[in-house]
């Protein structure tokens, strides 16, 4: 079963998910508070906890993903464990699902990301690049 505790700060969610997130298991959870955190600007998954992803949590974790775009939100996810980042490198989903190292979504959730993204000239330009792997 896949447990998910919510944090909310500003716009920022951060779900941090237990368990496993595989066909035939519970991941209601997730889908629900994703859907109440519309309208977040940032949703991100904290996978640190999660034991186990298959096929159908990776096209879970690609429903969210569409699903925040379409909203105008992102997801990031953030601790995957070493097993979850070479899952997602095999299947090439690590460059559609945006991972941040530990230290970037720190500075997210600093609201530190914000400020600076109101004093950057060029706002198509990034404020942090992400570590990816």
Request: net charge positive.
């Amino acid at each position: 079963m896949l447990k998910v505790t919510v944090r909310n700060r500003g716009n920022i969610a951060v779900f941090r998910c237990t368990g496993r997130m595989v066909a035939g298991e519970n991941t209601r959870a997730l889908w629900d508070a994703f859907r109440h955190a519309s309208g977040r600007g940032l949703i991100m998954l904290d996978l640190a906890e999660v034991a186990t992803i298959d096929a159908a949590g990776l096209g879970l974790l690609l429903f969210l993903n569409t699903s925040a775009s379409i909203g105008g939100m992102e997801l990031k996810l953030i601790n995957p464990t070493q097993r979850t980042r070479e899952l997602l490198a095999l299947t090439n989903l690590d460059s559609v699902l945006e991972i941040c190292s530990p230290q970037d979504a720190e500075w997210l959730r600093s609201g530190a990301g914000q400020s600076v993204k109101l004093i950057l000239a060029d706002p198509a330009r990034e404020c942090l690049p992400i570590h990816r792997g």
